[in-house]
């Protein structure tokens, strides 16, 4: 009986063990069929979000593409639409620190048939490849990613394209000629029996001139920026006359005094001045002022100050009232009293020089064109009052600015050698190529390596006296003129401006007649196209290409600019890829990145320099703007 139970107990044990086992072998199998379900739930839920990420890259790239072709710039790029629309920016993005998404941007290039190639080819600047990718760590062991591919094409733009005579002869040539080989190109002049010498302003020790005020870079003398500086409203001293200064009278009615305001050399704090004069009489509310006007251009000036000198030099007969004040005002006209931003209370008395500073920085907000004026006014009863008579000197609002500021002492750069050859018979031409946005340049001439410099007055050229040169347009009309002796010349030019007017001078060409008769090309030209309207503004420029053979040692530049309208294009500057007017388009099928759009982009024109020593000529055969 014992022997028995102790079987039956061993059994139940052995039972217990084995069903334990099988719980155990079941309760795995479902956690791991639940982990399993788990981490291929997470594995679907995340390649979800890297497809998502995957294709909004994609989508938001052909948005760019659709902004404008030229914001496709090969590289590695990440996304950003912080200003309301997708841009390119950064190398890439990492999302939820988690995902790494990059969208990567190459050029493409098709062989002999115009199938798209890995190896050589010819690049197809209208054409590119554009990969999105997300990366991702599904564990540290296993890496993921979801790539796409895709080929964009620049289908939505347009062509403006130069290349038959017809369609170059609409713009104009400078020492550059049009042929109708290939049905037309563009070369440099075929000169026979003439000679030319080009000053190009590309060396800076061939040229003699102040470096703290013009600079020579990228083949220009330009007026140095002076950076920020304090800017004054005109002619504050009086110096040699009132002029851009006008006298008004105030409120001066039919019997009332004759005030009068006038300029003399000696009325000023020192030397010129101004003064109003009110004479003596009885019955009369009156005065007078005079205003400038005064321009602020700067979005931001700072440190804006009105400052002036006056004094009461003749006081007879106290009047009711007698006040000096001084105005500044959004509108040209009467003052409005009471609206005064100084005002020297009733007086009683003559007084020497006072100076007087007002803070205007919380009166001049915005920039624009306002109004200084300096006044006086009385008003007398029944008894005679006066004569009175006020004078004003060193007026003038100036303030702090931020923009370029430029030199206003006319500054001059010189060669520092005469051009001289034994076979100029006669002066032929005189060719200025400049940017002078508003400014001028002048110009006198010298025969005697600058001994004796000449300028054309009184139908004849005459040595130059101070101040006293002439435009280039003066000097071209008049070269043929100029004394051959010493058959050399020298040119000294004047780089004139108002302080906000960057003036560019490029180059100097004259032409000569020459004994020694032989015959070559010009060694510099210029090609300017026809304006042409892209139909709206903005409109988006994508690049600029041209083909054309440049022998060596010849070879070709191109600049661009853009405005909102014809009239505006004429005055506007030549810029090249960064945008400014000391850069050039060098290289054909060039992505314009900087906007060249001086007052918009609706109206283009392109021009070309051709460069050469004289025995070769580079040949234009077509230019094309692509745009949308």
Not at 133 to 157: G, M
Not at 507 to 528: F, K, L, M, P
Not at 565 to 594: C, K, R
């Amino acid at each position: 009986m014992l022997t028995k139970l102790k079987e039956q107990l061993g059994q139940s044990v052995l039972e217990l063990m084995i069903a334990m086992s099988i719980f155990v072998l079941v309760v795995s199998g479902i956690m791991f069929l639940v982990l399993d379900a788990h981490s291929a739930n997470r594995q679907g839920g995340e390649r979800t979000k890297a497809a998502f990420l995957t294709q909004e890259a994609f989508e938001a790239t052909q948005s760019i593409a659709n902004q404008g072709w030229n914001k496709l710039v090969d590289g590695e790029y990440g996304l950003d639409n912080s200003s309301g629309y997708w841009d390119l920016s950064g190398a890439v993005n990492v999302i939820e620190n988690r995902y790494t998404r990059k969208i990567t941007v190459e050029s493409v290039y098709r062989d002999g048939n115009g199938d798209i190639t890995d190896a050589g080819g010819t690049f197809d600047i209208d054409t590119k490849k554009v990969t999105t990718q997300t990366l991702w760590d599904f564990t540290t062991a296993r890496p993921s990613d979801i790539t796409l591919e895709y080929y964009f094409t620049n289908w939505q733009s347009t062509d403006w394209l130069q290349t038959t005579q017809a369609e170059f002869d609409q713009g104009i040539y400078l020492d550059t000629v049009s042929t109708l080989t290939d049905d037309g190109e563009i070369e440099l002049a075929n000169i026979t029996g003439q000679g030319s010498h080009n000053w190009t302003y590309d060396v800076a020790g061939d040229y003699t001139y102040d470096s703290g005020k013009i600079e020579i870079t990228g083949l220009q003398a330009r007026l140095l920026d002076q950076g920020g500086s304090t800017v004054s409203s005109s002619n504050p001293g009086f110096d040699t006359g009132e002029t851009p200064w006008q006298y008004f009278d105030w409120s001066q009615e039919g019997g009332d005094p004759n005030v009068a305001g006038r300029w003399r050399n000696s009325y000023g704090n020192p030397g010129g001045g101004v003064r109003i004069r009110i004479p003596r009489d009885r019955n009369y509310q009156t005065g007078g002022w005079y205003e400038n006007i005064v321009t602020i251009n700067d979005a931001s000036p700072a440190n804006i100050d009105l400052d002036f000198d006056w004094r009461v030099a003749t006081f007879n007969n106290p009047a009711s009232t007698f006040e000096v004040m001084a105005f500044v005002d959004n509108f040209s006209g009467e003052p409005i009293y009471g609206s005064e931003v100084w005002n020297s209370g009733y007086l009683s008395g003559t007084s020497g020089w006072a100076s007087v500073n007002v803070d205007l920085s919380s009166i001049l907000l915005t920039p624009g064109t306002h109004y200084l004026k300096l006044a006086i006014w009385s008003t007398a009863g029944g008894s005679r009052a006066g004569s009175f008579d006020v004078r004003f000197d060193n007026a003038a609002i100036t303030w702090s600015t931020s923009l370029p500021t430029y030199p206003t002492d006319s500054p001059t750069i010189i060669p520092t050698l005469s051009f001289s050859s034994s076979e100029i018979i006669s002066w032929l031409d005189f060719q200025e190529t400049a940017t002078k946005n508003g400014g001028e340049i002048y110009y006198e001439l010298s025969n005697n390596n600058g001994d004796r410099w000449r300028a054309w007055r009184n139908n004849a050229w005459r040595t130059a006296r101070v101040d006293d040169y002439m435009t280039a347009d003066i000097a071209k009309a008049h070269i043929t003129d100029f004394p051959v002796g010493g058959q050399q010349l020298l040119i000294k030019a004047y780089l004139v401006s108002d302080g906000s007017q960057q003036v560019i001078l490029d180059n100097i060409r004259v032409v000569y007649e020459s004994s020694g008769g032989s015959t070559q090309y010009a060694t510099y030209g210029i090609y300017d196209s026809p304006a042409f309207d892209m139909g709206t503004d903005p409109a988006v420029i994508n690049y600029i290409d041209w083909q054309a053979d440049e022998p060596s040692p010849s070879f070709l530049e191109f600049q661009l600019r853009t405005s909102d309208t014809q009239d505006n294009l004429a005055t506007a500057t030549w810029v090249g890829p960064d945008g400014t007017n000391g850069t050039y388009y060098t290289t054909p099928e060039t992505f314009i990145i900087t906007d060249p759009a001086a007052s918009g982009s609706r109206w283009i024109q392109w021009r070309g320099y051709f460069y050469s020593d004289g025995l070769v000529t580079p040949t234009l055969r077509s230019v094309n703007i692509n745009y949308e």
